[in-house]
């Protein structure tokens, strides 16, 4: 038989298993198109090519046209399409499920068809909710009841917690502006969780409209599994962006969802490997985050592309030079000429703060140490360290980072003194730190639970400044970083050290030819 004609479908077999895949990748404002075995992204600025081979999942955002060339090369290659709308935030259709054979969806169908089945479903998704409390007896209702009564406990909790007026879930789907800040918050935040919800339970090739706790609608399952996170996840982070009443409120709430699901996927990874794909504010307008994954993020000529280590048999590629294409670095100069005389002046004043935990997760650990650093006029000023008193043993992998002995501990401040303490000595300053969502995380855990007002101070993160500005070095670590800047290092691991050295790396950022 004769070949068809056209270009040569790949072989199978020889595509990258699903676990050295990209996950989602987010594109909009463009036209796809193929060039053999790679997707081509055209707009205004050129064309750019990406593997399809390399690809899970593509989300098709606003202003998106695809080529019937391009979806046969997602067809062939397993690439689910997913059409939604900007940012990702709703689900409109999606094109082919990811996994190639149906195991998923009969078994969630089996489940859904059988009465005992379904309510066992019912039940451990509750369980998951009120993990101290035998579920095992109580019917769909009774846990839904259980259910309206946790999430009304935690609205009054996060109102009492920021300060802000709470007068109910009131708004209008058609009219997005017609509710109060809170309602907004919720609502973008909402949004971002149907929508991811949506994108793995059609990646996976389940059903969503086949749900448990929800049922008789076509994205009962999704509600299903955002509800999971809602309460822990969207509805703290609502009130707080409420609070902080930010210019543009719903894509601050849509980043902060982001970035805490993304904190959770790597929390519940331990060992294993994600790579998020995402939209941001540079050339390409995505960036890269990995965890545990020998992958990794590099600029060639401007364009951010990740990186898969070759076989050891296999002779490595010359390095990549860093940078932005000469392009990108006309404009950027146009761009910053046109803002000099607007933009701010470097921060001179402000806090740097550091904690140290028993570990990673804001649900079952705690604050070790406090350590704050006040800097006046761009240099420290007065300092503040507290130790929290604890009986139980530290974790080995805590005890042996910090140095920290059980007999330190027990002549620390009670918990609450020390935090009272620490908030008292930060104010309303600017807060500074590294990597400083997680410290933020654990303060507000530790508000949350002491009955204490949540911080809502302005903050920079000098991690995101460093990969901004600096380039050249193996990673972002913040030794790495001293290391580059030549401060003086002293003590790590110990919450005043390291707010000291945090100030000193923050200050050689802010100096003129810094990123070297």
């Not at 068809?113 to 101290?132: A, C, G, I, T, W």
């Not at 448990?212 to 609608?217: D, G, I, M, Y």
């Not at 670590?477 to 800047?485: G, S, Y």
Request: hydrophobic share 40%; glycine share 8%; proline share 5%.
């Amino acid at each position: 038989m004769a070949e068809m004609p056209g270009i040569a479908r790949p072989e199978r077999q020889a595509l990258p298993q699903l676990r050295d895949r990209m996950t989602f990748l987010y594109l909009e404002h463009c036209t796809l198109g193929r060039d053999n075995g790679a997707i081509t992204v055209t707009d205004e600025k050129g064309i750019v090519q990406v593997p399809a081979a390399g690809i899970s999942v593509l989300l098709l955002g606003p202003g998106t046209r695809v080529t019937h060339r391009a979806m046969e090369l997602m067809g062939d290659t397993g690439v689910a399409a997913v059409w939604v709308g900007e940012h990702g935030v709703r689900f409109y259709a999606h094109g082919r499920a990811l996994s190639e054979h149906s195991r998923l969806l009969e078994r969630q169908a089996e489940r859904f068809s059988n009465q005992r089945e379904h309510l066992e479903v019912v039940r451990k998704m509750y369980q998951l909710r009120f993990p101290d409390e035998d579920v095992s007896r109580l019917t769909t209702q009774q846990l839904r009841g259980r259910e309206g009564s946790r999430v009304r406990t935690a609205y009054r909790k996060a109102a009492k917690a920021t300060g802000v007026k709470w007068n109910g879930r009131v708004y209008d789907p058609n009219d997005f502006s017609a509710g109060d800040l809170v309602n907004q918050a919720l609502s973008a935040g909402t949004a971002c969780l149907y929508g991811l919800a949506f994108a793995v339970i059609t990646a996976l090739g389940c059903a969503p409209g086949l749900g448990f706790v929800h049922v008789k609608h076509e994205g009962s399952f999704v509600y299903d599994i955002a509800d999971l996170y809602k309460a822990e996840v969207v509805i703290p982070l609502a009130f707080e962006v409420a609070a902080q009443a930010p210019q543009d409120l719903p894509s601050v709430m849509r980043r902060r969802v982001r970035d805490a699901i993304w904190d959770r996927v790597c929390e519940n990874l331990k060992n294993g490997q994600a790579t998020l794909v995402f939209n941001t504010n540079n050339e390409q307008r995505m960036d890269f985050r990995t965890h545990n994954t020998s992958w990794e993020a590099v600029d060639f000529e401007g364009i951010k592309l990740m990186r898969r280590p070759l076989p050891r048999t296999q002779a490595p590629a010359a390095d990549l030079k860093p940078g932005f294409s000469n392009a990108a670095k006309r404009q950027m100069a146009q761009k910053m000429a046109r803002k000099k005389a607007a933009a701010p002046a470097k921060e001179e004043s402000y806090t740097v703060i550091d904690l140290e935990t028993t570990g990673l997760n804001t649900a079952s650990d705690t604050i070790v140490e406090y350590g704050a650093l006040r800097v006046r006029d761009g240099q420290p000023a007065e300092e503040f360290s507290a130790l929290v008193r604890g009986t139980e043993p530290l974790p080995d992998v805590v005890a042996k980072l910090t140095g920290i002995t059980p007999e330190e501990r027990s002549g620390g401040m009670e918990p609450l003194a020390a935090l009272e303490a620490f908030l008292a000595f930060v104010g309303k300053d600017t807060l500074v730190g590294y990597h400083l969502k997680f410290d933020l995380d654990f303060l507000r855990a530790a508000c949350i639970r002491n009955d204490r007002p949540l911080l809502t101070n302005r903050s920079i993160d000098v991690l995101p400044l460093a990969r901004r500005k600096v380039s050249g070095v193996m990673n972002y670590k913040l030794l790495t970083l001293a290391r580059h800047f030549e401060v003086a290092q002293q003590e790590t691991h110990r919450a005043l050290p390291d707010c000291r050295l945090i100030q000193q790396v923050y200050a050689k950022l802010n100096e003129t030819g810094s990123a070297r």
